[in-house]
């Protein structure tokens, strides 16, 4: 059964006539759609990340690595200094979806080969199937997988390892000591293959593709283009003087080969060949950034930001931020992610972004959790709706169409005011809403309000025309007019009655009336003639009145189609000769 319309009380229709409003294509990513609609609080498709998660069980993360293969989450984890009673130091292995600990691999070899608990500084590359390879401090290359009693391992010779990256090879590894030092290292043996010196730096990385190595020099303000097949410096390239020298992160987009260097409280991009491509800013300006992450599908970059931590520094507030960018122009492709507490004072954040680009995960050291956000896009509008009009009476079908991540909900909405003010539809929560029209539903404007996590969209808005309905039964004959030709007309079915003359005789006075009449009930669906009931039941042929009545009778019987009928019967509308309104008067 149709609902009664929410807002009119109950009332009867008789029409099956169905009114669709029908809403047509968007055009995607506009924040308003070709199809109508407008976003609410954030434009029509917004992506934005929204936390849905936070895991605490892998102590304080230095690092993420999100397994290609496997899908297991590694965190290379450190000591919380708050849990003494605990040491969370080493490999933790976790699933994504709850922080769930696989397994733990704590120990790892020291200097002289003896095991010892040690923390992971740093993932530098997932072995195939499962497992990684990791830094442990001071030296250590290690490599563990998932149930592991013990990592393997063994200590690079030379200084502290500050950064590494995967190498030229499967067995080895590049990593940087010291503050000038470029090295490949045997991953089993950590015997050093190869070594270059720089005037300085500590932070750098591999384009594998491209066979090259981008060693950022912080303070000399260069970064340094190295050939890995002759392990030379090709070119340098100036970075901008700015800030106190910090350097965050150097990263390369394996799709490009743009390098990304976390410099300060910006980020500095330069294509493959060393140009400059421009920067990139978030936290509002005073936060940091400190690790970034790169998804080839999405073509976008993931960039965590983490604040000072020093309430005494101008835009401190203790939060930080994600930012996603496009590779390609280095714009915005999702709002910021507010990171609350996050900041630097207990190690850097690290990344690992979901192959895709729809889940991102990001440590916090100091509060020794990792953070998992998932992508949401707002409401986008994909039909909207075309004006209609309808009979009272009528059913009236409402249909909205949205995209968005999660997938939205709906509800309807009604205006009475032209759209000044609007107001729900109690219980029309579905795709399409249905109910009977009525009169006072004339005008009223319709809608459909899409919501999900990310925003809220609503179509454009559709006005509902209702005309009175249509009662009759008859032909389509008009009611004939007083005057005319001195000949009766003769109706035929659905023709227009014809007029009588002006002849002081019954018959065109009758004629008149009956080809009202006969046009008015054969033809089906006319207006009602006026000037008497008759009309409407006489069958054709048009009817002959004679009588011997003197003028003016008061009780004459005509001669009708064979029947006889009383004068006060057929009494309509004209004088003598005219033709009624559907009916007959006797002249006077």
């Not at 970064?223 to 106190?244: I, M, N, Y």
Request: with cysteine.
């Amino acid at each position: 059964m149709t609902p009664r319309h929410p807002l009119t009380p109950g009332r009867a229709g008789t029409a099956s006539a169905v009114l669709a409003l029908v809403l047509a294509s968007a055009a995607a990513g506009s924040p308003v759609s070709a199809a109508g609609g407008e976003g609410g609080d954030v434009p029509q498709g917004t992506v934005v990340y929204r936390t849905t998660a936070q895991l605490t069980t892998a102590g304080r993360v230095r690092d993420l690595l999100l397994h290609p293969d496997s899908k297991k989450l590694y965190a290379g984890s450190d000591d919380l200094p708050e849990t003494t009673e605990t040491d969370e130091s080493g490999l933790r292995v976790l699933e994504p979806a709850d922080g769930k600990v696989r397994s733990t691999v704590s120990q790892a070899p020291g200097p002289t080969g003896a095991l010892g608990r040690r923390a992971v500084r740093q993932l530098v590359a997932p072995l195939p199937g499962d497992g990684a390879v990791f830094v442990y401090p001071l030296r250590g290359i290690g490599t563990a997988k998932d149930g592991d009693a013990a990592a393997a391992g063994a200590w690079v010779p030379g200084g502290p390892v500050t950064d590494a990256a995967p190498g030229p090879t499967p067995s080895t590894v590049l990593v940087a000591q010291g503050s000038s030092v470029l090295s490949e290292v045997d991953i089993a043996t950590a015997t050093v293959r190869r070594s270059l010196t720089l005037e300085g730096g500590e932070r750098f990385a591999y384009d594998r593709t491209r066979g090259t190595v981008w060693f950022t020099d912080l303070g000399n303000r260069r970064l340094h283009r190295v050939d890995v097949t002759t392990f030379q410096v090709t070119s340098s390239v100036e970075l901008p003087p700015v800030g106190d020298g910090f350097a965050g992160f150097t990263e390369v987009d394996p799709e490009t080969g743009a390098v990304w260097v976390g410099l300060d409280t910006l980020v500095v991009v330069h294509d493959a060949s060393g140009k400059r491509l421009g920067t990139v800013k978030g936290g509002g300006g005073a936060d940091m950034p400190r690790a970034a992450g790169f998804d080839a599908g999405t073509h976008e970059a993931f960039v965590v930001w983490q604040d000072t931590g020093d309430t005494s520094q101008p835009g401190s507030d203790g939060d930080g931020s994600l930012t996603v960018h496009h590779t390609r122009d280095l714009t915005q492709a999702a709002e910021p992610a507010v990171l609350p507490g996050n900041h630097a004072q207990s190690g850097s954040a690290a990344v690992a972004v979901q192959p895709g680009g729809a889940t991102v995960f990001v440590s916090d050291p100091a509060a020794g959790r990792i953070t998992r956000l998932e992508r949401a896009t707002s409401p986008r509008i994909v039909r909207g709706p075309e004006d209609r009009t309808v009979t009272a009476g009528a059913e009236v079908i409402l249909t909205a169409q949205a995209q968005g991540t999660p997938p939205p909900t709906v509800a309807w909405q009604v205006s009475t005011d032209e759209g000044r003010t609007w107001q729900a539809v109690p219980g029309a929560t579905s795709a399409t809403y249905t109910f009977r029209a009525a009169a006072a539903d004339n005008g009223r404007r319709y809608r459909a309000e899409f919501g999900n996590g990310a925003g809220v969209s609503r179509t454009g808005p559709a006005t509902l025309t209702v005309t009175a309905a249509d009662t009759t039964t008859g032909g389509t004959g008009t009611t004939p007019t007083p005057g005319g030709t001195a000949s009766p007309t003769r109706g035929t079915a659905g023709d227009t009655g014809g007029s009588g003359g002006s002849a002081d005789t019954a018959g065109a006075s009758a004629g008149g009336s009956a080809g009202g009449a006969s046009g008015a009930t054969v033809g089906g669906t006319g207006t009602i003639p006026t000037g008497g009931a008759l009309a409407s039941t006489l069958p054709w042929p048009p009817w002959r009145a004679a009588h011997s009545c003197s003028p003016r009778p008061a009780g004459c019987w005509y001669a009708v189609a064979g029947r006889a009928a009383p004068a006060d019967v057929l009494r309509g509308n004209g004088e003598t000769g005219n033709g009624g309104n559907g009916g007959a008067r006797p002249g006077r």
